[in-house]
């Protein structure tokens, strides 16, 4: 009975865990570039594998001519792995000139305090009180380029160009390149927070291209790529995740009602 118990007290603390993923993805949905995540499970090594794999082997039948038949169950579940599912979101306009979506594969890159680069997918860039275009969170774009003073117009083609329009200029001029890195596996990235993410040698080393050469995506300046979770199909699995959480709870008040139903007995 006590190893009943441990099997769903394991499987209460990942079905917990996957609730939690699921209410983080609901709270993001709305966030820029979000990534939602999904938790793979698996059960834990089974118990009795030798006498289950033995089945198969034993040619010998008992008294009644019968073949032995032998169970195998597991020590319970846990969670193997939480993916990063890196599909596309949904992309609208925001008319913002320091607003950049891409329209395929790759990532921004961003310098960290630590001098460290670190990759995103969300484009909501603005400039600070020196010109530099920074994330929200005030990490700088690399490669780095700086917005003139006097300003009126800022253009990002397709290839990542930038290019300038002043009040004493006609003809835009350009100021910077954006690069985009690519990576063999996204999903081995690991996530940093503040929807930032750094390489891993499970993700590969980054490849840095223009956009549009090499299977990188283009740039859609005046635009945001958003979450792609879809919130309907995270009520229907948080609701299942619940229905499945409450059975276990049950499973385990049964079992501790039965052992103490035992001990009263013994009693």
Same mark, same amino acid.
């Given at each position: 009975? &006590?190893? *009943? ?12 865990? /996957?609730?939690?993923? =699921? ?10 570039? +979000? /990534? ?7 059960? &834990? ?5 030798? @006498? ?14 019968? %073949? /032995? ?8 579940? #846990?969670?193997? @792995? =939480? #993916? ?17 979506? =891409? ?7 961003? %310098? ?21 275009? !920074? ?11 700086? =917005?003139? *003073? ?5 253009i990002i083609n397709e290839e990542g160009r930038v290019f300038v329009q002043t009040n004493n200029q006609p003809i835009p001029r350009e100021i910077g390149q954006i690069m985009l890195a690519n990576f063999t596996n996204p999903g081995g990235?690991?996530?940093?927070? *503040?929807?930032?993410? /750094?390489?891993? !040698? ?5 490849? +840095?291209? #223009?956009?549009?050469?090499?299977? !990188?995506?283009?740039? #859609? ?7 792609? !979770? ?6 229907m699995a948080m609701l299942m995740t619940q229905r499945a959480y409450e059975v276990v709870v049950k499973s385990i008040n049964t079992g501790d009602s039965m052992l103490k139903t035992g001990s009263d007995i013994g009693k």
């Amino acid at each position: 009975m &006590l190893s *009943q118990i441990h099997m769903a007290k394991s499987a209460m603390f990942s079905f917990q865990r /996957k609730l939690q993923i =699921i209410i983080n993805n609901i709270a993001n949905a709305q966030t820029v570039a +979000f /990534k939602k995540r999904r938790a793979e499970m698996e059960s &834990l090594f089974p118990l009795i594998l030798t @006498d289950s794999m033995s089945e198969s082997e034993d040619v010998v039948g008992t008294a009644t001519g019968e %073949r /032995k038949k032998y169970v195998e169950y597991g020590q319970g579940v #846990r969670i193997v @792995d =939480i #993916r990063k599912d890196f599909t596309n979101g949904t992309v609208e306009i925001t008319n913002q000139p320091l607003d950049m979506a =891409i329209d395929g594969q790759g990532f921004f890159q961003f %310098r960290m305090p630590d001098g460290t680069i670190s990759f995103s997918r969300a484009g909501n860039l603005h400039q600070d009180s020196e010109g530099n275009v !920074v994330n929200p969170n005030g990490h700088s774009l690399e490669p780095p380029f700086r =917005i003139p *003073q006097n300003t009126t117009d800022i253009i990002i083609n397709e290839e990542g160009r930038v290019f300038v329009q002043t009040n004493n200029q006609p003809i835009p001029r350009e100021i910077g390149q954006i690069m985009l890195a690519n990576f063999t596996n996204p999903g081995g990235l690991k996530d940093i927070g *503040q929807n930032l993410y /750094k390489e891993t !040698v499970s993700s590969g080393t980054p490849v +840095f291209e #223009r956009p549009g050469q090499n299977s !990188v995506g283009n740039i #859609r300046q005046r635009a945001l790529e958003f979450s792609n !979770v879809n919130v309907i199909e995270e009520m229907m699995a948080m609701l299942m995740t619940q229905r499945a959480y409450e059975v276990v709870v049950k499973s385990i008040n049964t079992g501790d009602s039965m052992l103490k139903t035992g001990s009263d007995i013994g009693k």
